[in-house]
T-cell receptor, first 111, second 113 residues
């Protein structure tokens, strides 16, 4: 069966520190992968998506970057976190059937 | 271009009452429409989706939604609310070759005993 793992569940980081959030998918090949950010009262904002290894599309210019080093691994990074990077980050995947499967999310607090 | 508007950031109902969560969409091509639910501190899970097969779509947990092209709406309903339905609900639209969905801002459903 297909599953998606996202970690860590919560993270508290100081301003200016680096960030690495990891997401892995099991049970399927060549998924489309997504990173979303959810801020209170602002819905879901698509940050990055990837249709294959090394292929990253950025939806919003920002302090974050994404990488896909392996077919089922998607990493969200930052070199220096800002206060405004705080939020709930969600990884998701689909296999081309219009249905997104979401990870359990990472609550990031930048202090 | 596509967009979604969810009317009301919070909806409060009594247990056993009708649930109605509103969603209006904008799309230049026939849309795919979705409702997702998010329980506290969790990711989203799909409730139901419309892909033109039938205008009334039944989903999990007793929810259903009706696609009304003339009103560009896809409202979510449930005849009788349960306490366990308390969650955040997101409407989303995808269309054409770019089915990556655009999400609404979400509606928080509060269920009172």
């Amino acid at each position: 069966s297909q599953t998606i793992h996202q970690w860590p569940a919560t993270l508290v980081q100081p301003v200016g520190s680096p960030l690495s959030l990891e997401c892995t998918v099991e049970g399927t090949s060549n998924p489309n992968l997504y990173w979303y950010r959810q801020a209170a009262g602002r819905g879901l904002q698509l940050l990055f998506y990837s249709v294959g290894i090394g292929q990253i599309s950025s939806e919003v210019p920002q302090n974050l970057s994404a990488s896909r080093p392996q077919d089922r691994q998607f990493i969200l990074s930052s070199k220096k976190l800002l206060l405004s990077d705080s939020g709930f980050y969600l990884c998701a995947y689909d296999v081309g059937n219009e249905k997104l499967f979401f990870g359990s999310g990472t609550q990031l607090s930048v202090l | 271009a596509q967009s979604v508007t969810q009317l009301g950031s919070h909806v409060s109902v009594s247990e056993g009452a009708l649930v109605l969560l509103r969603c209006n969409y904008s799309s230049s091509v026939p849309p795919y429409l979705f409702w997702y639910v998010q329980y506290p501190n969790q990711g989203l899970q799909l409730l139901l989706k419309y892909t033109s097969a039938a205008t009334l779509v039944k989903g999990i947990n007793g929810f259903e939604a009706e696609f009304k092209k003339s009103e560009t709406s896809f409202h979510l309903t449930k005849p009788s609310a349960h306490m366990s339905d308390a969650a955040e609900y997101f409407c989303a639209v995808g269309s054409g070759g770019s089915y990556i969905p655009t999400f609404g801002r979400g509606t928080s459903l509060i269920v009172h005993p």
